[in-house]
């Protein structure tokens, strides 16, 4: 007989997720070029690219670089701003075969608050995710000029949820930024503002040169860094986030497959996102998911959750 494969995970004990592997934001846009190309049946959510109060066109191109095992890249969170993507976006969104989740990114409190009010009232929008890191550093031109220190950082993740946790009874999940704060201190100030999950990673500072020129190849110098390259560096932080809180994890960076995923569940992730991968192929969740459960299959193991962190256990 054939083992019963339960891929089910709970990002909190009443949202339920058909499977822990997810659409990170940003990985498939705002969804308006799949077109019924991409086999969502199965995923454990679409997140949206980050949706601001108002329009944002996004930064100065070129906006991408390849990197080494990666793509550094710097947008600037170029979206149609909430109204808009109310009538456009998100209706569209409902009507994927797998639960929606909408990140968001307030330009201040009273930003934060409004989007919360209004998504909150749209029915099928399973959780919110934040996009905590820092308005400048999404921009052009960011980290030329200081960067928030710990007491500013722990500061803005803990109003910007407090703000946001008063303002909905949706789902929080708090996406760390990768500046500010040591990852372990920023969960627990997350968690202890309100937050329901951690997701980690944000794609890490980077930059990239050209040699003709002698110069930055990014007009605004520095961009995230994701893919392949951040793995063990992704993995290092769901560890860390996993010692320091007990709510579920959503762990990412650099999944290109099922035994990538795998390997950030056995470090603490409750759900996997799989972002830049869906660039180079826009399927790659859906092989990334029947990866994870052909190995479970092969290795008797019936239920993901029971994989959660299974390496940070004793014995
Ligand atoms: C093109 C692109 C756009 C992204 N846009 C967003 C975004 O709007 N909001 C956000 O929180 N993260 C965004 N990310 C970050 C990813 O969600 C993810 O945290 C990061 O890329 C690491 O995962 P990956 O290596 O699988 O891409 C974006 C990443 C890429 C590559």
């Given amino acids: 007989m054939s083992l019963q494969i339960d891929l ?14 997810l659409i990170a ?8 070029t799949l077109a019924g190309a991409v086999a ?36 600037g969170l170029p979206n149609p701003g909430l109204e808009a993507s109310l009538v456009t976006d998100i209706p569209r969104l409902l009507s994927l075969p797998c ?25 099928g929008v399973i959780a919110l995710e934040l996009n905590l890191t820092p308005t400048a550093l999404h921009s052009d031109g960011f980290l030329r000029g200081d960067t928030p220190n710990e007491a500013e950082t722990l500061q803005y993740i803990a109003a910007s949820l407090q703000t946001v946790r008063a303002a909905t009874r949706l ?37 990239a040169m050209r040699l003709s020129g002698r110069r930055f190849r990014l007009p605004g110098v520095a961009g995230g860094l994701s893919g392949p390259a951040i793995k063990p560096l992704a993995l290092y932080q769901v560890w860390r986030v996993a010692q320091s809180v007990s709510v579920p994890i959503i762990g990412m960076g650099g999944v290109m497959n099922g035994e990538d995923a795998l390997e950030f569940v056995m470090a603490g992730a409750t759900a996997v996102g799989v972002g830049i991968a869906n660039l180079i192929h826009p ?19 019936a239920k993901i959750a029971t994989l959660t962190g299974i390496a940070n256990r004793e014995g």
Avoid: Y
């Fill in 40 to 75: 969502l049946e199965g995923a454990g959510a679409f997140i949206t690219p980050t949706l601001t109060l108002s329009p944002r066109q996004g930064n100065h191109m070129p906006r991408t670089v390849e990197a080494s095992a990666g793509l550094i890249h710097a947008n």
């Fill in 8 to 21: 089910s995970v709970h990002l909190t004990p009443t949202c339920a997720l058909p499977s822990p592997i």
């Fill in 25 to 32: 934001s940003g990985g498939l846009g705002f969804g308006d």
């Fill in 283 to 301: 399927n790659t969740s859906a092989q990334v998911l029947a990866e994870m459960r052909a190995w479970m299959a092969r290795n008797g193991v």
């Fill in 99 to 123: 639960p929606l989740i909408v990140s968001i990114h307030g330009e201040n409190t009273e930003a934060w608050r409004t989007l919360a009010e209004r998504l909150s009232a749209i029915r």
């Fill in 171 to 207: 789902p929080l999940i708090a996406k760390l930024p990768n500046v500010g704060a040591e990852i372990g201190v920023a969960s627990r100030a997350a968690v202890s503002a309100g937050a329901d999950a951690i997701a980690v990673s944000q794609a890490f500072p980077a930059v």
